[in-house]
């Protein structure tokens, strides 16, 4: 019971509102439109004006006015009376009249609400009632399928109504993405691609050009809220930043809207690094953007959406030129050259029929003396009740001149005006089908439910002069977008030029246009791009977009632009800081032809050549004191020693390789060791035949055997460096480290305790040869070797004390240089301590290179040491015999005489050793 008083009651309300609204169209209503009788009547909803009056603050259902006359949209209610007519003037559907019922919504979904109620009443009905059941299945409304509405905020509250009866519903215009979700909009179609592929077209249009921080501005609707947040979603996936959101209110007082605007331009102005800025919107919200824009001559790039895209308002602002680059996406567009003849030339008796040419119509007469420019703002401005009261009538010349003038023309929306016309295509195909029509008659009755008329619309696929009708799965077009660039041509601002395309099955831009790649030169970044060889690094701001270029450090790199890190270069490259490649290290070592190296190889070189000389005045000179005292035929070991040790100066320098590494060392070590083994041996000889107990001197003899004192010491020398190289021994390795962009080829010495033993083991021996020259220094003048040999062995320790430090402290390819000098100062101090004396008295003092000269030498030392230890011994005697008697002093003095003769038989016989060695 309780559920059938509800119905009745419904079913009332709706009758009365149905009869009410027939009774508000009796009068003159801005939103009742036009209707042509048929078989088949289709709705249609269009907003030929912008808005309502008062809407904000009504209090009571009254009915509305609308304000702001669109002469787009009467251009939209054009092409679909011209798709009708098209459809029935052709063989398509032989022997049907295809009617239409044409509504105005004012851009406001509650007056498109009130048109779709009118479709819903039930045919045939005489009150214009909609009756309410539980099923609509054989319900039969006055409306097969409704074409429309423009935006999606009025589609989107039309298509939940419509639901109800599966009533088709094909949109030319609404692009929202919601609208495809067929689980809330199952009969919702259109004739467009979604607002999903056209935010895709924007973000590839801004990726393009490398704009990374723009702004985006929308209008509080539905299809303005859902582009913007779907291009904010794809932009930022992409690395793009959005700087500003600004969201223009759609339903408010102007003042209210007007407030809001100043905010986003102060927002705009200072904003400074953003030059693009996306827009989805209303027409008339942009136009009160660009007004003020205007006064700050601010020029940026606008991305406009479809529906403002060619909105022809916008380009007869004053000063719209100043405000920079606007870069629309408008829909495909097809031939339409027959809708053109046709607004050319209106029908006669379309005054009769079409209320809203007839409104138009009078507008221009209101109009008539205004020039073009300023003629739709004219029209835009009327209010229809002063020309209800003020229209006087309009002559015949007026009327000719109103027809025949291209004023509709200019204003045909191409995208929007195709899609009107596929749309009707698409019904009267689907229509086509479901009655089962041939080329003579259709065989099916009209009385079909809607949803039969949907389901043939969803398999529509036909194609009319190359453009392919059909919708996909979610109902959508997938044709594409046209990409225009607004030019001003004459001191006028065009729209008409396309630059480019978007390809939605292949998702590219595809450029027409030269002026396309003009937008390469604006920038829109909040940082400019990092160069190759630096990285960004994030500022403390929240965006990405936003942060600091920093060098990439010593030795790494990056090689692209924007780097978000550097890569370290291999191991024999190098970079210097901020580098964008790596450069190959070159490789370094003590060549022979460096100058430095070429003066060590000349001290070498004049070392050996001073051996040589050597070598040949003492082998001619072999049986001469000099050389003799100098050892003899052992002095040329020594020789080829210090030979050896120069030679070794060129296996250190040059370029090193594993056999190089490998001797240098053990060659320098085992000559020089050999070296001063001979020098042990003469100081040993020396302190035997001068210096020790006479008593002692056989035993000691015995024990001085030279070639095994050289031998030994040489030998436990090659056992050292023949362990060093068996184990751990030299070999050639690349410094990669040590030097920032050279490799330092050098010789890793292996084991550098061997390394210290083995110089360790010569700095003993030479310590040893030091001590014993030491104590065999006072010798006679004419062969006083022993001071010599002192000498050579404080060079030595001269040299290697500051060899070390020098060698730790020193890096590069001087390195080995370190050592050669080293080699070079003790090689010369012993080559010059113990030959070049020689060699002076061998070639200047003759006359001291003879045996007796030798001998008497001799005979003064020893005569010298006697009479310093008699001279002592006198003192200590004359002190000693003072108290005694003289008798006793007389017997010490025969004593004192005793010693001294056993003394001068001794130094004759240690002169006789010293011969015989």
């Not at 070392?607 to 072999?622: D, E, Q, S």
């Not at 040590?738 to 700095?763: D, K, T």
């Not at 003064?860 to 005697?877: E, F, R, T």
Request: hydrophobic content about 40%; some cysteine; overall charge positive.
């Amino acid at each position: 019971m309780l559920r059938s008083m509800f119905l009745y009651n419904v079913f009332f309300t709706l009758c009365t509102l149905s009869f009410n609204m027939l009774r508000a169209c009796e009068f003159f209503d801005d939103s009742v439109g036009t209707r042509a009788p048929g078989d088949i009547i289709i709705g249609g909803l269009f907003p030929v004006h912008e808005k309502v009056v008062h809407i904000v603050g009504l209090k009571k259902p009254e009915g509305q006015k609308c304000k702001g006359f669109d002469v787009r949209g009467l251009i939209k209610v054009l092409a679909m009376i011209h798709s009708i007519e098209m459809v029935n003037n052709s063989t398509l559907l032989p022997g049907i009249k295809l009617g239409y019922e044409l509504y105005d919504t004012c851009t406001e979904p509650t007056m498109a609400l009130r048109a779709a109620l009118r479709f819903l009443s039930k045919f045939n009905s005489s009150d214009n009632c909609i009756e309410v059941q539980c099923n609509y299945t054989d319900y039969l409304p006055t409306v097969k399928a409704v074409i429309g509405a423009a935006t999606s905020e009025v589609s989107i509250a039309v298509a939940k109504l419509l639901n109800l009866y599966l009533m088709p519903q094909i949109s030319y215009s609404s692009s929202a993405k919601i609208l495809s979700d067929k689980t809330r909009f199952p009969a919702f179609l259109r004739t467009i691609p979604n607002d999903d592929y056209q935010t895709k077209a924007m973000v590839k249009l801004v990726q393009r050009f490398g704009w990374n921080w723009v702004g985006t501005i929308a209008s509080d609707d539905d299809y303005s809220r859902s582009g913007i947040d779907n291009f904010i979603s794809q932009a930022e996936s992409l690395g793009v930043c959005i700087s500003f959101q600004e969201i223009i209110p759609f339903y408010s007082l102007d003042q209210i809207i007007n407030s809001k605007i100043k905010e986003i331009v102060n927002t705009i102005i200072n904003r400074t690094k953003v030059n693009v800025i996306v827009v989805f919107g209303k027409g008339s919200h942009i136009i009160e953007l660009f007004k003020e824009l205007s006064a700050y001559n601010i020029s940026k790039v606008w991305i406009a959406s479809d529906s403002w895209s060619t909105n022809s308002n916008i380009t007869r602002l004053e000063g719209i030129h100043k405000i920079g680059n606007i870069v629309g996406l408008t829909f495909k567009s097809g031939n339409l050259s027959k809708f053109q003849n046709y607004v050319k030339k209106l029908p006669a008796d379309s005054e009769n029929m079409n209320a809203f040419l007839r409104h138009y119509q009078w507008l221009r007469t209101r109009c008539a003396n205004v020039q073009n420019d300023d003629l739709e703002n004219c029209i835009s401005n009327q209010m229809y009740e002063m020309l209800v009261n003020e229209h006087q009538g309009v002559n015949e010349a007026t009327e000719m001149q109103i027809r025949e003038d291209d004023f509709l023309v200019n204003n045909i929306e191409p995208g929007v005006v195709s899609s009107i016309q596929w749309s009707v295509t698409a019904l009267a195909h689907a229509l086509r089908n479901l009655l089962k029509c041939n080329e003579g008659n259709c065989r099916k009755s009209f009385d079909f439910a809607p949803w039969e008329l949907l389901e043939e619309l969803k398999n529509v696929n036909l194609t009319v002069e190359g453009t392919k009708i059909q919708f996909d799965p979610s109902g959508d077009f997938i044709s594409g977008y046209d990409i225009l660039m607004w030019k001003s041509i004459n001191g006028k601002m065009e729209f008409n030029h396309t630059i480019a395309e978007y390809s939605i099955q292949e998702d590219k831009i595809i450029i027409k246009n030269s002026r396309f790649n003009d937008l390469k030169v604006i920038l829109s970044v909040c940082s400019s791009h990092c160069k190759p060889g630096q990285i960004k690094l994030s500022s403390e701001d929240q965006y990405t977009c936003c942060y600091d270029c920093v060098n990439c450090s010593i030795n790494t790199f990056s090689n692209t632009t924007d780097a978000q890190q550097c890569f370290h270069c291999l191991e024999d490259e190098w970079a210097p800081m901020g580098s964008a490649i790596c450069n190959k290290k070159r490789i370094v070592f003590l060549d022979w032809s460096n100058g430095f190296s070429i003066v060590l190889l000349n001290f070498s070189a004049f070392g050996v050549v001073l051996i040589i000389i050597i070598v040949v005045i003492f082998f001619k000179n072999l049986n001469t004191p000099v050389v003799k005292s100098n050892g003899g035929s052992m002095c040329f070991i020594m020789l080829v020693s210090l030979l050896l040790s120069f030679v070794s100066v060129g296996v250190l320098l040059g370029k090193p390789s594993n056999v190089t590494c490998k001797i240098r060392q053990p060659l320098f070590g085992i000559s020089f060791t050999l070296s001063v083994s001979c020098a042990l041996t003469k100081s040993l000889k020396i302190l035997l035949a001068f210096n020790f107990n006479p008593a002692n001197q056989k035993h000691l003899k015995n024990l001085y055997r030279p070639w095994l004192i050289k031998g030994f010491c040489t030998g436990l020398q090659i056992v050292i460096c023949t362990m060093w190289l068996v184990f751990n021994g030299p070999k050639a390795q690349r410094d990669t480290k040590r030097l920032p962009e050279e490799i330092f080829l050098e010789c890793n010495e292996g084991s550098y305790i061997a390394f210290a033993v083995m110089l360790g083991y010569i700095a003993f021996l030479a310590l040893i040869c030091f001590i014993f020259a030491f104590k065999g220094r006072k010798l006679p003048e004419n062969y006083n070797e022993a001071k010599f040999i002192t000498f050579s062995m404080l060079i030595y320790f001269i040299s290697w004390i500051t060899f070390v430090p020098v060698h730790v402290t020193t890096h590069g390819m001087y390195l080995p240089a370190v050592e050669v000098v080293t080699i070079l100062s003790s090689t010369y101090g012993i080559l010059c301590c113990h030959f070049f004396p020689k060699c002076y008295i061998i070639l200047f003092k003759k006359k001291y290179n003879t045996t007796t000269s030798f001998l008497k030498n001799l005979y003064d030392y020893s005569l010298k040491s006697a009479n310093s230890k008699i001279s002592l011994n006198y003192s200590v005697n004359t002190i000693s015999c003072k108290p005694l008697k003289n008798n006793n002093c007389q017997k010490s003095e025969n004593i004192n005489s005793d010693s001294f003769v056993l003394n001068h038989k001794i130094n004759r016989i240690s002169r006789k050793r010293f011969a015989s060695c």
